[in-house]
T-cell receptor, first 113, second 114 residues
Framework: EAGVAQSPRYKIIEKRQSVAFWCNPI?????LYWYQQILGQGPKLLIQ????????DSQLPKDRFSAERLKGVDSTLKIQPAKLEDSAVYLC???????????FGEGSRLTVL | AQSVSQHNHHVILSEAASLELGCNYS??????LFWYVQYPGQHLQLLLK??????LVKGIKGFEAEFIKSKFSFNLRKPSVQWSDTAEYFC????????????FGQGTTLQVKP
């Protein structure tokens, strides 16, 4: 079974630039999550989709972050403009339902200079 | 608000030593509890989970965890660690209203010396 695919794996940008991350979940998984993991901390949920609808985006900084999941399959997370504190690993995860067993991708590591 | 606290940030053990990683959570309602593991260079993966029933949960690779409701704890244990258990371990909690929304602790790095 193919896992959760994410790209790019690494990205270095300067502050105020924009960046986009892509995620393709496991086939058939209705729920998709984006987590932010800052060095030395545990992952923090940014946004949760059920099919192509948003379930929870309470911790998404909406002035600079946006995410979409068109057609209920793959998803993109965008940051515009980036700040230094956005340096983190952005993890995408998916689950078959909302039972808590999340399958994570390898993450996209963002460095903002 | 929910929160998870992992007491040990970095643990170093010799092979065959016993392991216990502490996890406490803060939440007033019904919770689901998880331990995830991230081996070097790999993605996060589920080690074990507790939803209800027997508070002693067994997971993969010989790990187990015990849910003690009165102490708001969900400690991870393994009687004899191996070098291959070197990894970062995350405790997480979710509520019954949204079981997929995980609140993670800050993680514990386990280093097992051969």
């Amino acid at each position: 079974e193919a896992g959760v695919a994410q790209s790019p794996r690494y990205k270095i940008i300067e502050k105020r630039q924009s960046v986009a991350f892509w995620c393709n979940p496991i086939s058939g998984h209705a729920t998709l999550y984006w987590y932010q993991q800052i060095l030395g901390q545990g992952p923090k949920l940014l946004i949760q989709f059920q099919n192509n609808g948003v379930v929870d985006d309470s911790q998404l900084p909406k002035d600079r972050f946006s995410a979409e999941r068109l057609k209920g399959v793959d998803s993109t997370l965008k940051i515009q403009p980036a700040k230094l504190e956005d340096s983190a690993v952005y993890l995408c995860a998916s689950s078959f339902n909302r039972d808590g067993e999340l399958f994570f991708g390898e993450g996209s590591r963002l460095t903002v200079l | 608000a929910q929160s998870v606290s992992q007491h040990n940030h970095h643990v170093i053990l010799s092979e065959a030593a016993s392991l216990e990683l502490g996890c406490n959570y803060s939440y007033g309602g019904t919770v689901n509890l998880f331990w995830y593991v991230q081996y070097p260079g790999q993605h996060l993966q589920l080690l074990l989970k507790y939803f209800s029933g027997d508070p002693l949960v067994k997971g993969i690779k010989g790990f187990e965890a015990e849910f003690i409701k009165s102490k708001f704890s969900f400690n991870l244990r393994k009687p004899s660690v191996q070098w291959s258990d070197t990894a970062e371990y995350f405790c997480a909690v979710s509520s019954s209203s949204n079981t997929g929304k995980l609140i993670f602790g800050q993680g514990t790095t386990l280093q097992v010396k051969p």
